[in-house]
């Protein structure tokens, strides 16, 4: 890594004419930049990461590493283990040549219908900053760029491209901007700019890139765009977003030069752009040098071992009456483990976040593991299978060219000649490996031999012409127009067309699918099926059987892609496929039951109160089955806690709607009050409160005491005495909250100011030492557009959860008179001294 000056970076500026620099600002391909040997710079490569890093291809053929979701890594408030993960998508990062990794996700959980919720870390904006800023620093010290995006209030999937967010400037800085000056605090190398609008401005034009994000807080990288979201000339070039991806067209590539020739850019917005890519290169050993070789730091078993321990840690046990668990696996003789979850886990959320694992532990693979020589095991999905179509795989179909488990790609010319053919190993095809001039149609042929008879119902996803025939016999032909510029959909998901064809369990046919390529729509292409619907009551019946004659129950429920993705948000928090009806008939059968929830985010939980133990796995990664073995058999204990409010029922939750209005406008009406806020000020208690999650043992509070009085501006800390009341080692995390009960302006009614987590054994008591930041007591003023303090008391409140709170404290802010400022300064206090960060 090398840390260049701009006294160092402008002799490279100066070898470089007005065409070489403008061609700099606009990617060479989808992941690439361009490469410029005048200045010794090579190409950067940019890859997708926030819970691995797929690399150049979207090919299932290249495996990668899945850590747990971001969701469930904040939910494990623990910074440390966020950078050794960081640590390892850089080593994921170096061994698939990728120079800068599009990840941390510093957007909110404002609602939980947030279609891209699982991404994201949670609704605190301290807890996201801290989460993120230790991830950064985890993944930079491998020499790869993280990124902090997407710069700001993309918080929703509706209408994401032009979605206008309206909200006040206090609830601006306090609450959205907030993780992204915490990222800019830990060194963050990148910053994208969001899709979305903010009081009018396109993002990628927003003037919040030059103020607060470079001239305020002092970011030195470049401000990438999301893809395609740089979609006009002038506003976006005048403004401070510097690199338009992906390329090689768009407005920057067709029009800047002219722009700057005609002098409607200035050179020296086009000269920052450059020298800060250049400084991003120098960083990533792109510039002026051979590409570093780094080796892994952390070997095969090791990095498996650091996946699974994050499952526990961010796992979040919400409930054990009784304490049901952990379960002695001596004191079992059988164990029924039931849900369609259970054997197709989701270890991530879709979209442009999705990687392909090389291997996935399913929740039962890892009870069954666990308990192997134990106990018995046994499985009922409790549903019949889903009527949804699921791409083609390895257990189901085989090349028809070469007999072997997959599919077989055909590219074809116009007169239908093969231009290009591959093995493939699943029927959702978003990128061919490669896609030769002339291509006009994309093949999708597989041999499948189908385990039951009946109507099964096929589909074919993509746009333009599309036929599909079965066994010879043409069952879909037609013309479907694209219907969306969201990148997501048109490359990434387009839509399924479905089809019947009767088949003969055994018999194998033969499934040929063919789109046509228009401009504009890509290439991704998806041959699915799903079998005929299945016996409801008969599959109910033997989930019921199985819980009834087993000493315990784990049923495992979640969402689909279909209900929590990137591209769209949820039409509602309930359980989709009747889940709660299988939650609620086992634990009638057996009232030992645990219930897993496997989801990204928020789900309706009309019957926890029912259930004896509930834990929130999230989307876990590829160790999903061994992390959930061990939290549930005692190896490890559940270390998470909820970085998000869960409420009972949608109804209930105070913060909900991501629809704009008719004008495009979706106005923060709620202001600061979002999450737990939002609760408290309603006055309606949630199912279970942020930071709650329960650990294997018990603790008692005994002591807060924190310093009489603090200046404005100054850290300070809050030290919590705890004692483990229980017979077991365990873990806590102690969480500091301020509240000010007579303010001069809005303030939330509690907000979070510190946590530090600390162990201790049975019977001892340890001292949580939580740093509080100095503008944790601060506010954003109106009036003078910077950070102010308020003179006076606030009160200290200490505890396990934003609504179990048992300690507190009053310290006074003091506020030394100053003279009268004569302006405003975005990263300043009251006083004019610089600000430190909400860390």
């Given at each position: 890594m090398t840390v260049m000056t701009d006294e160092e970076i402008d002799p490279l500026l100066e070898k470089l004419d007005a065409a070489q620099k403008v061609r700099l600002l606009t990617g060479a391909s989808t992941w690439r930049t361009y490469e410029e040997p005048a200045a010794g710079?090579?190409?950067?490569?940019?890859?997708?990461?926030?819970?691995?890093?797929?690399?150049?291809?979207?090919?299932?053929?290249?495996?990668?590493?899945?850590?747990?979701?971001?969701?469930?890594?904040?939910?494990?408030?623990?910074?440390?283990?966020?950078?050794?993960?960081?640590?390892?998508?850089?080593?994921?990062?170096?061994?698939?040549?990728?120079?800068?990794?599009?990840?941390?996700?510093?957007?909110?959980?404002?609602?939980?219908?947030?279609?891209?919720?699982?991404?994201?870390?949670?609704?605190?904006?301290?807890?996201?900053?801290?989460?993120?800023?230790?991830?950064?620093?985890?993944?930079?010290?491998?020499?790869?760029?993280?990124?902090?995006?997407?710069?700001?209030?993309?918080?929703?999937e509706t209408d994401r491209l032009n979605v206008d967010v309206r909200m006040d400037e206090q609830t601006l800085h306090e609450v959205y901007l907030a993780p992204f000056e915490a990222a800019v605090g830990a060194g963050v190398w990148a910053v994208m700019s969001a899709y979305n609008k903010v009081d009018g401005i396109t993002m990628s034009a927003s003037?919040?890139?030059?103020?607060?994000?470079?001239?305020?807080?002092?970011?030195?990288?470049?401000?990438?765009?999301?893809?395609?979201?740089?979609?006009?000339?002038?506003?976006?070039?005048?403004?401070?977003?510097?690199?338009?991806?992906?390329?090689?067209?768009?407005?920057?590539?067709?029009?800047?030069?002219?722009?700057?020739?005609?002098?409607?850019?200035?050179?020296?917005?086009?000269?920052?752009?450059?020298?800060?890519?250049?400084?991003?290169?120098?960083r990533v050993g792109a510039l002026g040098s051979p590409r570093p070789v780094w080796r892994p730091v952390v070997a095969p078993d090791a990095q498996r071992a650091l996946l699974r321990r994050a499952v526990s840690a961010g796992s979040v046990l919400l409930r054990n009456e009784g304490g049901l668990l952990p379960l002695d696996p001596a004191a079992l003789g059988s164990v029924a483990v039931i849900g369609p979850h259970a054997t197709a886990v989701r270890i991530q959320g879709g979209g442009s976040a999705e990687v392909f694992p090389d291997s996935v532990v399913t929740p039962l693979a890892g009870i069954e593991e666990a308990l192997a020589g134990a106990a018995t095991v046994t499985y009922q999905p409790g549903l019949p299978a889903?009527?949804?179509?699921?791409?083609?795989?390895?257990?189901?179909?085989?090349?028809?060219?070469?007999?072997?488990?997959?599919?077989?790609?055909?590219l074809l010319d116009a007169n239908g000649a093969e231009l290009h053919a591959e093995h493939r190993l699943s029927g959702r095809i978003v990128e061919p490996s490669v896609v030769p001039e002339g291509t006009a149609s994309v093949e999708i042929r597989a041999l499948f031999r189908p385990a039951v008879g009946g109507v099964w119902t096929w589909a074919v996803g993509?746009?333009?012409?599309?036929?599909?025939?079965?066994?010879?016999?043409?069952?879909?032909?037609?013309?479907?127009?694209?219907?969306?510029?969201?990148?997501?959909?048109v490359h990434v998901a387009p839509p399924l067309?479905?089809?019947?064809?009767?088949?003969?369990?055994?018999?194998?046919?033969?499934?040929?699918?063919?789109?046509?390529?228009?401009?504009?729509?890509?290439?991704?292409?998806?041959?699915?099926?799903?079998?005929?619907?299945?016996?409801?009551?008969?599959?109910?019946?033997?989930?019921?059987?199985?819980?009834r004659s087993a000493d315990v129950a784990v049923v495992v429920v979640g969402t689909t892609e279909q209900s929590e993705s990137e591209g769209h948000d949820r039409e509602d928090l309930d359980l989709p496929d009747g889940q709660e009806a299988l939650v609620r008939a086992v634990v009638r059968a057996n009232p030992r039951t645990v219930v897993a929830v496997n989801a990204g985010g928020p789900v309706a939980l009309p019957w926890h109160n029912r259930v004896p133990a509930v834990l929130l796995t999230w989307f876990p990664g590829q160790e999903a089955g061994d992390g959930l073995a061990d939290v549930l058999f005692g190896r490890a204990e559940p270390g998470g806690r909820l970085p998000t409010t869960w409420g009972a029922a949608q109804d209930d939750v105070p913060v909900l709607g991501t629809t704009p209005a008719p004008d495009g406008r979706l106005h923060y009406e709620e202001g600061l009050h979002i999450g737990?806020?939002?609760?408290?000020?309603?006055?309606?208690?949630?199912?279970?409160?942020?930071?709650?999650?329960?650990?294997?043992?018990?603790?008692?509070?005994?002591?807060?005491?924190?310093?009489?009085?603090?200046?404005?501006?100054?850290?300070?800390?809050?030290?919590?005495?705890?004692?483990?009341?229980?017979?077991?080692?365990?873990?806590?995390?102690?969480?500091?909250?301020?509240?000010?009960?007579?303010?001069?302006?809005?303030?939330?009614?509690?907000?979070?100011i510190g946590y530090a987590a600390v162990e201790a054994d049975p019977?001892?008591?340890?001292?949580?030492?939580?740093?509080?930041?100095?503008?944790?007591?601060?506010?954003?003023?109106?009036?003078?557009?910077?950070w102010e303090t308020e003179a006076g008391e606030f009160a200290l409140l200490g505890g396990r959860s934003a609504g179990d709170l048992p300690l507190g404290a009053t310290v006074t802010a003091v506020v030394p008179h100053t003279p009268a400022d004569t302006g405003a300064d975005n990263g300043s206090d009251h006083n004019g001294e610089r600000s430190p960060l909400m860390l």
């Open positions: 710079l090579r190409p950067l490569t940019l890859s997708d990461g926030p819970a691995g890093v797929r690399g150049e291809t979207w090919d299932e053929r290249e495996t990668s590493l899945v850590l747990p979701s971001p969701t469930a890594l904040a939910a494990s408030w623990d910074e440390r283990l966020l950078t050794d993960l960081g640590t390892l998508l850089a080593a994921e990062a170096r061994r698939k040549g990728v120079d800068v990794l599009l990840a941390p996700t510093l957007n909110l959980h404002r609602s939980p219908l947030g279609g891209r919720h699982f991404e994201c870390f949670s609704e605190d904006p301290l807890l996201t900053g801290r989460t993120g800023a230790a991830l950064i620093k985890g993944i930079q010290s491998g020499g790869v760029a993280a990124t902090a995006k997407h710069f700001v209030a993309n918080d929703a003037a919040l890139l030059e103020r607060p994000l470079k001239d305020g807080w002092g970011f030195e990288g470049p401000v990438v765009s999301d893809w395609g979201g740089v979609r006009t000339l002038l506003d976006t070039a005048r403004s401070a977003q510097d690199l338009a991806m992906p390329g090689p067209d768009g407005p920057w590539a067709t029009g800047l030069l002219a722009a700057v020739e005609q002098g409607l850019v200035s050179m020296e917005a086009v000269d920052d752009k450059v020298r800060r890519l250049l400084r991003l290169a120098g889903a009527g949804r179509p699921r791409p083609l795989g390895r257990d189901t179909s085989r090349d028809p060219r070469n007999g072997e488990p997959g599919v077989l790609v055909r993509g746009w333009g012409a599309i036929t599909l025939s079965i066994g010879g016999q043409e069952v879909l032909s037609g013309t479907f127009p694209l219907d969306s510029d969201d990148p997501t959909r067309h479905p089809a019947k064809a009767e088949l003969t369990a055994g018999q194998e046919v033969e499934a040929v699918a063919r789109r046509s390529l228009t401009p504009g729509s890509g290439v991704a292409t998806v041959l699915a099926a799903a079998p005929p619907a299945g016996d409801a009551a008969g599959a109910l019946a033997g989930a019921v059987a199985a819980a737990y806020a939002a609760w408290l000020r309603s006055g309606t208690a949630p199912a279970y409160w942020f930071g709650h999650g329960l650990g294997y043992t018990s603790w008692a509070y005994e002591e807060l005491t924190a310093p009489a009085a603090v200046r404005a501006g100054e850290a300070f800390d809050v030290r919590v005495r705890v004692r483990n009341s229980g017979r077991r080692r365990g873990r806590e995390v102690v969480q500091v909250y301020a509240t000010r009960s007579a303010s001069s302006v809005e303030r939330p009614v509690r907000r979070l019977g001892e008591s340890v001292v949580a030492v939580v740093r509080v930041a100095g503008r944790a007591l601060a506010h954003w003023s109106l009036a003078r557009h910077g």
